[in-house]
């Protein structure tokens, strides 16, 4: 568990296991070869978070403006904010805007559910 008490930005890797990072304010870049990640905070810069084998979740303020791009190879997506969505829309992959858009969010596991409230 990883809580952050200042801005900037915040990398975090692991082979095996989860995390859990809480009040992100700034950029995320957060890998996990197997295990599930949550992340709690605002991004007011890009956001990239992958796991090979493990479910996402992102909790983010209510009004985040965002660039959203989600992709589960076995698993499904659920997102709690209003996406403006652009091509297909189908269980694995949701690529939009909300709230008209801002700093990109792109979440991927290969196996896992991803939901983004």
């Known amino acids: 568990t990883l809580e952050q008490t200042a801005p900037g930005a915040v990398n975090v890797q692991t082979g ?22 949550r992340a709690q905070g605002d991004p007011s810069g890009a956001w990239t978070v992958r796991s090979g084998s493990g479910s996402i979740r992102l909790r983010l303020p209510q009004n985040a403006a965002f660039d959203l791009d989600a992709h589960t190879g076995s698993g499904s997506i659920s997102v709690a904010h209003p996406v403006t969505v652009q091509g297909a829309v189908n269980r ?5 805007k909300v709230r008209g858009g801002g700093v990109p969010v792109e979440v991927q596991t290969g196996s896992g559910t991803i939901d983004i409230e």
């Open 16 to 37: 095996s296991g989860g995390m859990e990072l809480n009040g992100v304010h700034g950029s995320l870049e957060a890998k996990a070869g197997s295990g599930t990640i």
């Open 92 to 96: 694995k992959e949701v690529h939009g």
